[in-house]
Structures are given as C-alpha cells and as structure tokens.
C-alpha cells in the first residue's frame, strides 16, 4: 500500500537535542509531507517535499526523501518542549494523501 | 486552525440519535476531505469532495453520510452509530488535491 510507517512509534529526548524520525512507504509517489498534532487537536502541515527533491529545510526541521529507498526523514533540530506532538508523515500519488501512524515525540525540559 | 473551524467540538450521542458535523473552511479551497481517527490506528479518509463533487468514498458504511453545499461548506449526517465509531472525526481542505490541507481541530464523538 502507499501507506507510510513511521520509526520510531515513541521517541523521548531532553530539550536542546536534535529529534530525527523515519518514514517508510511502498509505492511511488508524487511527494511526501509532514504533519504534526498536538493531542486531540487537528494536524498542522509543517512541509512538503516532491518526488524529485532530495533535502529540504524549513526553519529549525529538515527533511529528506530517498525514492530509491522508499524512505525520508525528519530531522528536528534543538527541540524545545513545545515540540512535543505526534509527527506524521503522508504521501500522495494516485490516491489522496494517506497517513501513517505517527511518531510520538515527547521533550523534556 | 482558524482557517478551517468544525462544530461542534464535542459531541455524544446513542446510537439511536441523527446529528450532524459541521465544517467550513475560509481559505478559498476548492477540495475538502473528512477523516476518522481512532486511538493507535493511523488516520483513515472517509471522502473527499472537489468542486463540491465526491471523488472519493472508501468504503465508508452507509450510516456516514457527507453533504457538500459549496466548496466552503461540508456536512457529515450520521444515524444509527455504533460505539466502534467513536473517535476524532477531521476535517481538512486543500487548493487542489496532492498539496497541503489545513486541517480543522476536530469533532471529537462518543457514541454511547
């Protein structure tokens, strides 16, 4: 399926560490974005990268995208305890975005 | 969130019960989509309207029912639930479909 998996399912670091999850997903796509949720809340788009992009930066996030590799990741750096959310990863080719289950980040201050 | 705002936030209901979900979104979209998400099971797209044609069922019981009035404006009719159904409902709109959506904070339903 297109699905995406995120790895790791939980990821607890200490505030000022770099927070780096992985996204896996099985057919081509078209791009692959990132989410985050704060509990129960809705998700908010935090960046997008095409198929034929390789590393894109946004702020204090990074990602990259492998199609050769099926695979990208995210690459949040000097995480603050505000970011801790749940971090999906969404990928869209012929079908509307479809989701994975999420990375849950928690950062402690 | 603002761009995207559902109603209401919190909802109960028996199984017996007809209510409604309400979303609309004020960034000028022309794609809108629902989703379900439950506890530990990834997010899970119900229906997507474009222009406000349904493009998209995914195999959603009939027991959900989406109305799409304009392209600012969706509804979700629900009737006869199960508690099984009881999760964080999503709304979300997008320019076109393949590019960001917005999403709105959610309706979160218990079906007692």
């Known amino acids: 399926s297109q699905q995406g998996e995120e790895d790791p399912q939980a990821l607890s670091i200490q505030e000022g560490e770099n927070a780096t999850m992985n996204c896996s997903y099985k057919?081509?796509?078209?791009?692959l974005q990132w989410y985050r949720q704060n509990s129960g809340r809705g998700l908010v788009h935090l960046i997008l990268i095409r198929s034929n992009e390789r590393e894109k930066h946004s702020g204090r996030l990074r990602v990259t995208l492998d199609t050769s590799k099926k695979s990208s990741s995210l690459l949040i750096t000097a995480s603050r305890a505000a970011d801790t959310a749940s971090y999906f990863c969404a990928t869209e080719g012929n079908t509307p975005l479809v989701f994975g289950k999420g990375t849950r980040l928690s950062v402690i201050a | 969130e603002t761009g995207v705002t559902q109603t209401p936030r919190h909802l109960v209901m028996g199984m017996t019960n007809k209510k409604s979900l309400k979303c609309e979104q004020h960034?000028?979209?022309?794609?809108m989509y629902w989703y379900k998400q439950s506890a530990k099971k990834p997010l899970e797209l119900m229906f997507v309207y474009n222009f406000k044609e349904q493009t998209e069922n995914n195999s959603v019981p009939s027991r959900f029912s989406p109305e799409c009035p304009n392209s600012s404006h969706l509804f979700l009719h629900l009737h006869t639930l199960q508690p099984e159904d009881s999760a964080l409902y999503l709304c979300?709109?997008?320019?076109?479909?393949?590019?960001?959506?917005?999403f709105g904070p959610g309706t979160r339903l218990t079906v007692t």
């Open positions: 960034l000028g979209h022309n794609a």
């Open positions: 979300a709109s997008s320019q076109n479909g393949g590019l960001e959506q917005y």
């Open positions: 057919t081509s796509i078209n791009n």
